[in-house]
């Protein structure tokens, strides 16, 4: 197969001459040509696009009426890649080897793991805010409690001397 580079050149060099050429037989034998390599090159490109190996995930889908994940489809892409069917051979052998069993089956394994995970993290959560619920009243209790203590000291007939024992003891036993 010639480079790339080397088509490139060829194919300038292709699309120039006719024009160089007045109207000689030689001006029409070379546009037949190109004509003729541009139709083969396109061709063959098409050829490599349809004859393709890879198969996407929609297209397995549309070929098994199988909605699948990408991870799961993943692992599907490299048994088709190990072997040598192509995509309808294989996507017809895989469906009769119980392919779409064994992937919903795991598909109901992961939705149960799933499923289970969510659950614990909702317990925790419930945990947490039962745990945070707990210390908010713990913690008004005992506001309420220092400001009881706080309006009794205040409506004694107290010097300042005394009141400011009373308050600097109450700061020392909020510490």
């Keep these: 197969m010639i480079g790339y580079e080397y088509q490139r050149d060829i194919i300038i060099w292709l699309i120039l001459l006719p ?12 546009l037949k040509i190109l004509h003729l390599y541009l139709q083969y090159d396109y061709n063959i ?30 692992e599907i892409e490299a048994e088709y890649m190990a072997s040598e069917l192509d995509k309808d051979k294989f996507c017809k052998v895989w469906i009769k080897q119980g392919g779409i069993e064994e992937m919903s089956n795991r598909m109901r394994g992961q939705i149960f793991t799933l ?24 913690a008004l209790t005992e506001a309420n409690a220092y400001a009881k203590e706080l309006a009794r000291i205040f409506n004694m007939k107290l010097g300042s001397n005394e009141m400011r024992a009373m308050l600097n003891k109450l700061i020392a036993e909020y510490k």
Excluded at 19 to 30: D, R, W
Excluded at 129 to 137: C, V
């Design 19 to 30: 024009f160089q050429l007045k109207n000689s037989p030689e001006k029409f034998v070379i």
């Design 45 to 74: 490109n098409t050829l490599k696009t349809e004859n393709s190996r890879d198969m996407t995930q929609q297209e397995f889908e549309q070929r098994t009426g199988f909605i699948t994940t990408p991870e799961l489809y993943a």
């Design 115 to 138: 499923r289970q995970e969510l659950a614990e993290e909702q317990r925790k959560r419930v945990a947490e805010r039962e745990h945070a619920d707990k210390e908010l009243t713990a």
